[in-house]
């Protein structure tokens, strides 16, 4: 006859090893992986991605806040007239937040790289400088009070959505 201690313990041991997770083993990139990091390591065509994809995200916010616009005289116009003053008040809104968009990601993205790549971490800082250097850029227009309150309400936004998105542990 068998032990039944000795039973359990067998089970147990071997339900642990089926449960431990297969180590797999390390895999070198390939030559096309590695160009791919390096092309997309470079602060000048992150920038511009950046760039590219805020422009087609102010767009796309344009055309719907600008479809939200209601003429002011829309018992006075045709129904014709209101189509034209709608889809003209929607071309201008998605091209001002197209150029708005697009200059906060190519600023936001370059200013965060060049201060990663000089600072050699990858932090918080870096996206507290970068929303500085950001909010100050968009609203230097204003002055130089502008400037400060734009620097340091975009890096506050900055910060809040970095740990909002939990990147840094």
């Given at each position: 006859?068998?032990?039944?201690?000795?039973?359990s313990?067998d089970?147990?041991?071997?339900?642990?090893?089926a449960q431990?997770p297969?180590?797999e083993?390390?895999?070198?990139?390939?030559?096309?992986?590695?160009?791919?990091q390096?092309?997309?390591?470079?602060?000048?065509v992150?920038s511009v991605?950046s760039?590219?994809m805020?422009?087609?995200?102010?767009?796309?916010?344009?055309?719907?806040?600008?479809?939200?616009?209601?003429?002011?005289?829309?018992?006075?116009m045709t129904?014709?007239q209101?189509?034209v003053?709608?889809?003209?008040q929607m071309?201008?809104?998605s091209?001002?937040?197209?150029?708005?968009?697009?200059?906060?990601?190519l600023?936001?993205s370059a200013?965060?790289?060049?201060?990663?790549?000089?600072r050699?971490k990858?932090?918080m800082t870096?996206?507290?400088?970068a929303g500085c250097v950001?909010?100050?850029?968009?609203?230097?227009r204003?002055?130089?009070?502008?400037?400060c309150a734009?620097?340091?309400?975009?890096?506050?936004?900055s910060v809040?959505?970095?740990k909002?998105l939990d990147?840094?542990?």
């Amino acid at each position: 006859m068998s032990d039944p201690a000795i039973e359990s313990n067998d089970a147990q041991s071997s339900s642990e090893e089926a449960q431990k997770p297969q180590i797999e083993p390390i895999r070198m990139p390939t030559v096309e992986e590695i160009r791919g990091q390096d092309i997309w390591n470079n602060c000048a065509v992150r920038s511009v991605v950046s760039g590219v994809m805020g422009g087609g995200l102010g767009l796309f916010m344009g055309l719907f806040l600008g479809a939200l616009d209601n003429p002011i005289m829309q018992e006075e116009m045709t129904t014709r007239q209101q189509l034209v003053y709608q889809a003209k008040q929607m071309g201008r809104r998605s091209w001002s937040s197209c150029k708005t968009f697009a200059v906060m990601g190519l600023v936001f993205s370059a200013a965060e790289c060049v201060v990663e790549k000089a600072r050699a971490k990858h932090d918080m800082t870096n996206t507290a400088v970068a929303g500085c250097v950001t909010g100050g850029t968009l609203s230097a227009r204003g002055g130089p009070k502008a400037a400060c309150a734009g620097c340091a309400g975009f890096a506050t936004f900055s910060v809040l959505i970095e740990k909002f998105l939990d990147r840094y542990h």
